[in-house]
Nanobody, 126 residues
Framework: QVQLVESGGGLVQAGGSLRLSCAAS????????MGWFRQAPGKEREFVSA????????QYTDSVKGRFTISRDNAKNTVYLQMNSLKPEDTAVYYC???????????????????WGQGTQVTVSS
């Protein structure tokens, strides 16, 4: 069992920055690939970014490439999402997730994640 707790969300003006954190407890954090997803009101949950167990490999959805950076600190059992140049369309609840999937370096499909956090709200005003 893995427990995930997100933090760092809030209200920011367009062009601003936020850093989300996701603290994990339970089983060995480095044994899980990690990801961030988001869900805006009235929309389906969408993949944002993923990172491999080692932290070497990362993946992003096209709309955040060049603006968001995912990273992890296995010693602190934490994954981060640095979000720069935020846009109003980035407004959503952001969730981190942990995947035990075997044979996949970065996991982009929500169905392949085993554990989810409760989410943190990010609101970007225009």
């Amino acid at each position: 069992q893995v427990q995930l707790v997100e933090s760092g969300g809030g209200l920011v003006q367009a062009g601003g920055s936020l850093r989300l954190s996701c603290a994990a407890s339970g089983r060995t954090f480095s044994g899980y690939a990690m990801g961030w997803f988001r869900q805006a009101p009235g929309k389906e949950r969408e993949f944002v970014s993923a990172i491999s167990r080692s932290g070497i490999t990362t993946q992003y959805t096209d709309s955040v490439k060049g603006r968001f950076t995912i990273s992890r600190d296995n010693a602190k059992n934490t994954v981060y999402l640095q979000m720069n140049s935020l846009k109003p369309e980035d407004t959503a609840v952001y969730y981190c997730a942990a995947s035990a999937a075997i044979g996949i370096t970065t996991v982009t499909r929500g169905s392949q994640y085993d554990y989810w956090g409760q989410g943190t709200q990010v609101t970007v005003s225009s």
